[in-house]
């Protein structure tokens, strides 16, 4: 199977720990030895936010912020590519026809941003589009999509399962929200609406939640499938 994880920088690198990057180096690692091919794209995280808060009090433009956060982004691709038990050639790709290639030869290809204006979790679903991914997971902060925010209203329902058409329409809902709670961006819900990947929503802050996603098929999130139209 080929398959594209998007890993969060808040599941990643809630704090910078070599601890924690060789545990999701290993889920990298367990699923490329069960005879898969695997496609990671790694969010900035905090790093991220803190450095485009101090350059936005220097007065940077919005692209320039974006650039600073790709820029982190990439560095936590280098951190994982370190821990993953592959001899990578170079640094990680900027743009998708250079991932798919190494995908190709290499069985493993590990990204972060590639341009202003979006998230990594856009550049998730447009590498699992690019690469004809099998699947597609978001380890993120929470366990799935829900109908408002589970971290400020207790009664915050999960969806267990969304069409690609279900899930457009609810991000784009909850991108009206100030403090947006939606846990994938609605260009990535939009992508994964044209690319019909079956794509899985689920907590990444236990790496042992991607195993049982990719080697088990057990799923404690959102699962949304363009079979369930
Ligand atoms: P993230 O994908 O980590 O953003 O990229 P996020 O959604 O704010 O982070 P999480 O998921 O909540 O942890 C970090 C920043 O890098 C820039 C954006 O500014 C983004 O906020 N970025 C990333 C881009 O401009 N383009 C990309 O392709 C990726």
């Not at 101090?54 to 433009?61: D, K, L, P, Y």
């Not at 590519?81 to 001899?87: E, F, P, Q, V, Y």
């Not at 380890?139 to 408002?148: F, K, L, P």
């Amino acid at each position: 199977m080929r398959i594209v994880i998007s890993i969060g920088g808040s599941v990643l690198v809630p704090g910078l720990s070599k601890d924690r990057i060789e545990e999701y180096a290993g889920v990298v690692d367990q699923i490329i030895a069960e005879g898969n091919s695997v496609g990671i794209v790694v969010g900035g995280g905090r790093i991220a936010r803190d450095y485009i808060e101090i350059a936005r009090e220097f007065g940077s433009n919005e692209s320039e912020l974006d650039q600073m956060g790709i820029a982190i982004t990439r560095v936590n691709a280098q951190l994982l590519m370190l821990g993953i038990d592959h001899k990578f050639g170079q640094l990680p790709p900027q743009d998708y026809e250079s991932a798919k290639q190494i995908l190709h030869q290499e069985g493993v290809v590990v990204m972060g941003g590639v341009a202003p204006g979006q998230t990594t979790d856009a550049v998730g679903a447009a590498l699992a589009e690019y690469t004809d991914a099998d699947l597609l997971i978001y380890a993120t902060s929470v366990d799935g999509v829900y109908d408002s925010d589970p971290k400020l209203n207790p009664k915050a329902t999960r969806y267990d399962e969304l069409s690609p058409g279900e899930l457009v329409e609810i991000i784009s809902s909850m991108e009206m929200i100030a403090g947006n709670p939606a846990p994938v961006d609605l260009l990535a819900s939009k992508l994964i609406e044209r690319s019909g990947i079956k794509t899985v929503v689920i907590d990444g802050s236990d790496p042992k939640n991607v195993i049982n996603a990719v080697l088990h098929d057990k799923y404690n999130g959102t699962i949304i499938n363009s079979d369930m139209k």
